[in-house]
C-alpha cells in the first residue's frame, strides 16, 4: 500500500512539472497538493 502511495505521488509531482514548464500554475498548485497528500498517507 505505502508503495502504490508514492508511486501515485510520484506521477502527481511529475504532473505538476510539466504543468509548471506550461505556466499553468493554477492546475501544478492542484497537482502538487495531491502529490503530498499522497505522500502524507505513506508517512502515516
Known amino acids: 500500500m ?3 502511495r508514492l508511486e501515485i ?4 509531482l ?4 510539466i504543468l509548471v514548464k506550461k505556466k ?4 501544478a498548485a492542484s ?5 503530498s497528500y499522497q ?3 505513506a508517512a502515516l
Not at 505521488?9 to 502527481?12: E, H, L, M, V
Open 24 to 27: 499553468r500554475i493554477n492546475s
Open 9 to 12: 505521488a510520484k506521477a502527481y
Open 14 to 17: 511529475d504532473d505538476a512539472m
Open 2 to 4: 505505502i508503495e502504490s
Open 39 to 41: 505522500a502524507m498517507w
Open 31 to 35: 497537482r502538487a497538493y495531491y502529490a
